[in-house]
């Protein structure tokens, strides 16, 4: 199994309060996803990480931050977290090696479940 | 964006039969990846196969298999001599060449006894 490691994975915290999710990987792959896991919606993109502080946004990032300092780590901010926040929450990263997609296939983490109350 | 539609929210077969699992997708792209994700109620995500836009041929690994009709935009998943393990969510996602990978919505599988 890819070494993909989230925290906290379960998590209740109240509304207006911030939150960080973090995701460490062992495998020194170069991108690392953020989704979210909602009933009847499957998983969407947050914010993804091409390298070391290259972060760009995916389809519901409102709302969501993200930073990179280093290739091992993938950190998820909510700044003031909200009850539509409230998900299951997946870190991915690939084995992209180069200018193309070497297998294409992402590693999951476990995934983090947020309530927010 | 890129869309990809699961037009079967739930889907159920007897042990040991055959189900077709469908999934469609929109993209202006020529190249790019398709999948088959397992997720059990451990929550785990699992690759189920793989497919490259680029390949005619349709992949397989052992009891699973794809129909992937390019023109159609069209990737269905058939899981033969089905098992009671076979019972999960399965995903179909695309992946594009900006590396993101995009998911359809789901599709609910129940495997009867």
């Known amino acids: 199994d890819a070494g993909i490691t989230q925290s906290p994975r379960h998590k209740v915290t109240e509304t207006g309060t911030p939150v960080t999710l973090r995701c460490h990987q062992t495998?020194?792959?170069?991108?690392m996803y953020w989704y979210r896991q909602d009933p009847g919606h499957g998983l969407r993109l947050i914010h993804y990480?091409?390298?070391?502080?290259?972060?760009d946004k995916g389809e519901v990032s409102d709302g969501y931050s993200v930073s990179r300092s280093k290739t091992e780590d993938f950190l998820l901010t909510l700044e003031s977290a909200t009850s539509s926040q409230t998900s299951v929450y997946f870190c991915a990263i690939s084995d992209v090696l180069g200018d193309r997609v070497n297998t294409g296939e992402l590693f999951f983490g476990e995934g983090s479940r947020l309530t927010v109350l | 964006a890129q869309t990809v539609t699961q037009s079967q929210p739930e889907m159920s077969v007897q042990e040991a039969e055959t189900v077709t699992l469908s999934c469609t997708y929109d993209t202006s792209e020529s190249d790019y990846y398709l999948f088959w994700y397992k997720q059990p109620p451990s929550r785990q995500m699992i690759l189920v196969i793989r497919q490259e836009a680029y390949k005619q041929q349709n992949a397989t690994e052992n009891r699973f298999s794809v129909n992937f009709q390019k023109a159609a935009k069209s990737f269905s998943l058939k899981i033969s001599d089905s098992q009671l393990g076979d019972a999960a969510m399965y995903f179909c996602?695309?992946?594009?060449?900006?590396?993101?990978?995009?998911f359809g919505k789901g599709t609910l599988l129940t495997v009867n006894p």
């Open positions: 990480s091409y390298g070391v502080k290259d972060t």
């Open positions: 996602a695309y992946l594009e060449f900006n590396y993101k990978l995009t």
């Open positions: 495998e020194n792959h170069r991108y």
